[in-house]
């Protein structure tokens, strides 16, 4: 009976460690000190200090060293989640610098061959990609959460605004629902005039990640008198597509 006893739970081991690794489970993080500091310093309520980045551009560029040889595969789904958010805010940051002070819009730095998110500078896993793969590829492909579209910068005004803080993945859906909800709520990027809802022009480039129910989302992130009335105006709802501000997010 012992004998049968010790393999019966030596089984249920093996078991829950199949488990735990097949699910991607793992104790591995990311040290994001540096990329906090930087942030802290040079983000405030969204504006960015690309001067400031600029003057500290040494440490930037030791963060994405850092970055760079970061075992992907090694994180849980959330580390993962998080590393690939902070890879394509730090790098778009680190795009802007490579002409700052001499441009006015990220668009700018690309042509209508070869925008600027299909360059290849973004180094993770071995490998050069871009901002585009990490978008697309990564975040978008793997994750299929539709709170991604406030979490990556894209460096431009009406883009949701760069947070002053790492993602993290212990903190990763606190963070994804108070970036989304402060969008939502931002009269400057989606209002409701009578029964027309003006959206930001997020929601008409991936309609899909939104299930196609631009307003079922913004039922559920709304907040005070707007979600009252858009509760009332709901069976009226007319979506308009605001125009998009390209100019840089800087001060």
């Not at 030596?10 to 994001?32: E, H, K, M, P, Q």
């Not at 802007?96 to 998110?117: C, E, H, R, T, V």
């Not at 697309?136 to 760069?162: E, G, M, T, Y």
């Not at 003006?198 to 309609?207: A, L, P």
Request: proline share 4%; aromatic share 14%; charged share 25%.
């Amino acid at each position: 009976m012992r004998i049968i006893r010790l393999i019966l739970i030596f089984i249920l081991g093996l078991c829950i460690f199949l488990n735990l690794a097949t699910s991607g489970w793992s104790r591995a993080t990311v040290d994001y000190s540096l990329y906090g500091e930087l942030l802290d310093k040079h983000v405030k309520n969204g504006v960015v200090d690309y001067q400031g980045f600029k003057n500290d551009e040494p440490l930037l560029d030791q963060y994405l060293e850092t970055m760079e040889n970061v075992e992907v595969n090694s994180l849980s789904r959330d580390e993962q989640f998080a590393f690939y958010l902070n890879a394509y805010n730090a790098w778009t940051i680190k795009l802007i610098l490579s002409a700052y002070p001499g441009i006015k819009s990220i668009k700018d730095l690309g042509n209508i061959f070869k925008p600027p998110w299909e360059k290849k500078i973004v180094r993770i896993n071995g490998d050069v990609i871009s901002l585009a793969d990490v978008e697309h590829k990564a975040l978008r492909a793997q994750f299929k959460d539709p709170r991604i579209h406030f979490a990556v910068n894209c460096a431009s005004k009406s883009c949701p605004p760069l947070i002053s803080e790492p993602y993290r993945g212990s903190t990763l859906n606190s963070q994804l629902d108070a970036t989304a909800r402060a969008f939502i709520n931002d009269p400057k990027s989606n209002y409701l005039k009578g029964n027309t809802l003006y959206v930001s022009r997020i929601f008409k480039w991936f309609s899909e990640d939104f299930n196609d129910d631009v307003v079922g989302f913004f039922q559920k992130y709304a907040e005070g008198d707007f979600k009252k009335e858009l509760e009332a105006q709901k069976n009226k709802l007319k979506i308009v597509y605001l125009s998009y501000d390209w100019s840089l997010n800087g001060s």
